[in-house]
């Protein structure tokens, strides 16, 4: 998706600033639509300069409105993994 593009699906969200933030940083670390990103809340909100309650606050109305899909993980163990958010 180009720039153009993500720009007009965003200015028609019905989200904060803060969440078309989050959800640029996300599309460029991902590489573009349909791609996945593992990182923790915290890392997100240490690399975007933002509270890590911002972060994950921003994460859940991102969902709510269909952009992204947030997917627990867990390692064999049953450890709890970074969550991974897939861009829809």
Same mark, same amino acid.
């Given at each position: 998706?180009?720039?153009l593009a993500r720009y /007009? +699906?965003?200015?028609?969200?019905? &989200?904060? #600033?803060?969440?078309?933030?989050?959800?640029? *940083?996300?599309?460029?670390?991902? =590489?573009?639509?349909?791609?996945?990103?593992?990182?923790?809340?915290? /890392? +997100?909100?240490?690399?975007?300069? &933002?509270? #890590?309650?911002?972060?994950?606050?921003?994460? *859940?109305?991102l969902q709510r409105i =269909?952009?992204?899909?947030?997917?627990?993980?867990?390692?064999?163990?049953?450890?709890?993994?970074?969550?991974?958010?897939?861009?829809?």
């Amino acid at each position: 998706m180009n720039d153009l593009a993500r720009y /007009k +699906l965003l200015a028609k969200a019905k &989200v904060p #600033p803060a969440a078309k933030l989050l959800y640029n *940083y996300l599309m460029d670390r991902a =590489g573009g639509r349909h791609s996945c990103v593992l990182l923790s809340g915290k /890392k +997100l909100a240490l690399e975007m300069g &933002v509270s #890590p309650s911002t972060v994950r606050r921003n994460l *859940y109305r991102l969902q709510r409105i =269909g952009l992204l899909r947030i997917t627990a993980r867990y390692s064999e163990e049953g450890i709890r993994l970074t969550n991974q958010i897939t861009l829809l």
